[in-house]
């Protein structure tokens, strides 16, 4: 018996799950691409939309898809995620041999602004851990102070620091991470950081199950990524750093200053878990852009071309 177009979804995104190792929310955001993409076939059709409506699929039914898309204030980067979905969908009906999804290989995604990478600086990095650090309930503040260390000092991504569990204490001298793709890698662990965690667990109020998480919330629940984006906004608010001043901008830190100061990019690279050496290089052009404002700003003469 034939599948439905609805189980033929449910069986891809499971396929991404558990082949592909995506990350609940890229399999969220794939999901809901998928479903607005399905549900405008439907309109556009004026019909329930089968799997002979998925192989029928011509590069105008794609292109009107994107105007309403566009119409209804998605950007270049939300039509890029959407149709990232929609051909990944056709991709596993074509190796199950059901739709070629021929017309979306005529459809060219839009191109991205360049965006750089923007940490913050070293002083405010230093001024950030310091801040976290100050609260009247101590283990709170020892919890804070000891995940901005980790982000600052190692890189992690704010989901692979959330993923430490208490039995993980004390850390050795490096630490194994799962990062995206189910990649592993191995960070080196700096002793102010492990001393930052170590003091952390220490004040933990909450019983010592071995096999939770580390960072917890007020109420001893794990604490999310949303939690982490509330205490960085709080500690924004309090030094007067930029609104880019987010936990990610933490990794961002990280790796500029350890280029800025001679850090190897292949190194960086391992450190970060990026796949491409391409996107490591982008945090050699944040100090190059830094340079070049300098000179335009002092220089005698980048300052007679503009008078």
């Keep these: 018996m034939a599948l439905s177009v609805e189980e033929l979804k449910t069986a891809w995104l499971a396929a991404l799950a558990h082949e592909r190792r995506y990350s ?3 399999l969220r955001a794939y999901r809901d691409d998928s479903g607005r993409f399905l549900s405008f076939l439907g309109e556009h059709h004026g019909d329930c939309v089968t799997l002979s409506t998925l192989q029928s699929l011509s590069p105008a039914d794609v292109r009107a898809f994107l105007t309403r898309r566009r ?12 149709m990232a979905a929609v051909r990944s969908f056709y991709g596993y009906l074509a190796r199950e041999k059901l739709a070629d999804g021929a017309a979306l290989r005529v459809i060219r995604s839009p191109k991205l602004p360049r965006t750089l990478p923007r940490p913050i600086s070293e002083a405010d990095a230093v001024r950030t851990i310091q801040e976290a650090g100050e609260n009247e309930v101590p283990w709170i503040a020892a ?3 000891a995940l901005i260390t980790l982000l600052y000092g190692t890189g992690l991504r704010i989901s692979e620091a959330l993923r430490l569990k208490r039995r993980d204490i004390p850390l050795a001298d490096s630490l194994n991470v799962l ?3 189910n990649k592993e890698r191995a960070v ?3 002793p102010s950081v492990s001393e930052a965690l170590s003091a952390y667990a220490e004040l933990i109020p909450f019983s010592d199950e071995k096999s939770g998480a580390l960072f917890l919330s007020r109420r001893g629940k794990p604490m999310s990524p949303r939690d982490a984006q509330g205490l960085m906004q709080r500690l924004r608010s309090r030094l007067g ?3 880019n001043a987010t936990p990610h901008a933490l990794r961002h830190s990280f790796a500029t200053h350890l280029l800025k100061h001679g850090g190897d990019l292949r190194s960086v690279q391992e450190l970060l878990g990026h796949a491409s050496l391409s996107t490591t290089q982008k945090y ?5 852009e830094k340079i070049l404002a300098v000179y335009e700003s002092a220089h005698p003469r980048a300052l007679t071309k503009s008078n």
């Design 24 to 26: 609940p929310h890229t």
């Design 71 to 82: 119409k209804e204030g998605l950007g270049p980067r939300g039509i890029q995620r959407m």
């Design 143 to 145: 919890r804070d102070a």
């Design 179 to 181: 990062g995206k793709g």
């Design 188 to 190: 080196p662990i700096l």
């Design 241 to 243: 750093l930029p609104a």
């Design 284 to 288: 050699t052009e944040v100090e190059g």
